[in-house]
């Protein structure tokens, strides 16, 4: 008898091809059958301990977000519903280049004081882990020894190798560094990270010129990864940022995914084509390259990134030494409203597309939701004024909206060949990004059935095989027979999120079932205490 039979569904199975009637069986984490309808004539059905009728839904593999920012929540919240009510059971974390592993005493207190904004100061955490391997064995261990709530694989980040092997300075890596660098990306690999992210507007990792980043994708490449950038600037110079990843992986022979590649601000509107064609050249040429995008204009990330890269040198408390300085603020301000600073992407920054979404001491909380011009115009001070206060009294803490997108980009960059899906989700603050909660459904929902975009079969696709694929996970993302019975049951006619920006926590609705390792996680639309996930290793 099987442990779980998932009848009369309409099978998306995520290769792209027509969805189909059948009966689905799992047992001992892994799909055992696949009944189609037109093959059942004669048959018994298959028998299972639980039974899902799923006359009027479909069941597609488990969504794969290949961008999330869940290193710390995912031992933080056992509950995680932030994502699996979306129907995701993998999630890539380790992104843009600063995370929690490779680290030592030194680099772990910085990491976590850096990125703050995007997963709270980890006050809450055990951090009993230094390596990869180490962080991996932890999300193993999960809760109790029971695990996660999903899935999880792990990208080497680049600025926190850097962090170690040459610490917050704006220069080239001695000889000898780089050795260090190529150690600990060797290492990370060996000890299952599935490739190496980076964060280029981000410090320190956006010190490093393109010949140590190459280097360090030639080792990625050994070892069977690919190279997930954030790359320069995704306004003024996109294209040439852009450019340049696909020439540095070409010249180490490294697979590249580009991060939420969007083409941002007034400079880049309606010329995600350009980027197509950039990217469609480098496939014919038979480049290895994928993309992730989410499916909303705003972006997010930390107020303290809109900083020049000279700003940053040194770590957060040299950072808040210069904000504390007359003369070196102002020098601050005049590259982010006048020059247009690297942090901002080389465009002048506008305040009024910069909304706080959230903030770490609740003292700060009225400034949640509003641009930094609203707050500044009502206290009757300019926007760096009010920008440069929040950022020392939260000690670099608020995150932002940034209302920079454009829709037809979003639009064209979904269409792609090459194209997943990633949400960049931000879990905290009072009002975080809707696309951490939203991401996958709003794809189903908005892009699928409402507008056409893309079809049911092509985005399940997108969501599903494709980064598993990506990923060289050769028993995920498929409905077949041997495969991890990782699965979602939707309906495709009410599917939506819920989140919005005035509501970014509300579940998304449509989305009945999830399973997770052969276990069902969601039920009937409510988390159950299953905690099935394990990290997912490079085994290829």
């Not at 941002?264 to 064609?277: H, M, S």
Request: aromatic residues 6%; hydrophobic residues 40%; contains cysteine.
């Amino acid at each position: 008898m099987l442990d779980l039979v998932i009848r009369d569904a309409e099978v998306v199975d995520g290769s792209g091809g027509p969805s189909y009637r059948a009966d689905v069986g799992v047992e001992g984490g892994r799909i055992t059958t696949v009944l189609k309808e037109g093959a059942a004539a004669g048959c018994l059905r298959p028998v299972a301990r639980r039974v899902l009728d799923a006359e009027g839904l479909a069941l597609a593999p488990g969504f794969v977000d290949m961008h999330a920012h869940s290193d710390l929540a995912l031992l933080r919240d056992p509950d995680h519903s932030a994502k699996l009510a979306q129907g995701v059971t993998l999630e890539v974390i380790g992104q843009d280049g600063l995370s929690y592993a490779p680290v030592d005493d030194r680099t772990l207190a910085e990491v976590r004081a850096a990125i703050t904004g995007w997963n709270g100061d980890g006050s809450d955490i055990d951090f009993t882990w230094r390596s990869v391997g180490g962080y991996l064995d932890r999300l193993d261990h999960g809760f109790g020894g029971e695990g996660i709530a999903l899935n999880a694989a792990y990208l080497i980040p680049q600025g926190t190798v850097r962090m170690l092997a040459v610490g917050w300075e704006d220069r080239e890596a001695t000889p000898a560094e780089l050795d260090r660098m190529r150690e600990l990306v060797a290492d990370g690999m060996r000890e299952g990270a599935v490739g190496m992210s980076s964060g280029l507007t981000y410090t320190p990792g956006m010190y490093a010129k393109d010949a140590e980043l190459t280097e360090l994708c030639r080792v990625v490449a050994a070892h069977g990864g690919y190279y997930c950038p954030h790359h320069r600037s995704y306004g003024a110079g996109a294209l040439e940022a852009y450019r340049e990843m696909v020439e540095l992986t070409r010249r180490a022979g490294c697979p590249l995914h580009l991060a939420h590649a969007t083409m941002n601000f007034g400079v880049n509107k309606g010329k995600a084509p350009e980027l197509l064609a950039l990217l469609d050249e480098a496939l014919d040429a038979g480049a290895d390259i994928s993309l992730d995008t989410y499916p909303y204009t705003p972006g997010c990330t930390t107020l303290v990134a809109m900083l020049p890269s000279w700003a940053g040198e040194g770590g957060p408390e040299a950072v808040l030494a210069r904000l504390a300085d007359e003369g070196t603020a102002e020098r601050i301000r005049h590259h982010m409203e006048v020059v247009g600073s690297d942090g901002c992407h080389g465009v002048p920054i506008e305040w009024d597309t910069i909304e706080i979404s959230g903030v770490t001491d609740p003292v700060l909380s009225p400034y949640v939701g509003r641009t930094v011009r609203e707050s500044a115009d009502a206290r009757g001070e300019t926007p760096w004024e009010t920008a440069r206060r929040l950022l020392v009294e939260d000690r670099l803490g608020p995150t932002i909206l940034q209302h920079v997108g454009h829709e037809e980009n979003v639009r064209a960059i979904m269409r792609h060949r090459v194209h997943t899906g990633g949400s960049d989700g931000i879990l905290r603050g009072e009002k975080p990004h809707p696309r951490a909660y939203g991401t996958f459904p709003h794809y189903l929902g908005h892009y699928v059935r409402e507008l056409g975009v893309l079809s049911l079969e092509e985005c399940v696709a997108h969501l599903t095989a494709r980064p598993a694929a990506r990923l060289r996970l050769p028993d995920r993302g498929l409905v077949r027979e041997g495969y991890r019975a990782d699965l979602v049951l939707f309906d495709p006619a009410t599917v939506a999120a819920g989140s919005t920006f005035e509501a970014p926590r509300t579940p998304p609705t449509g989305i009945p079932y999830v399973v997770v390792g052969g276990r069902l996680a969601i039920e009937d639309g409510r988390r159950t205490d299953v905690l099935a996930g394990r990290a997912v290793r490079r085994t290829a």
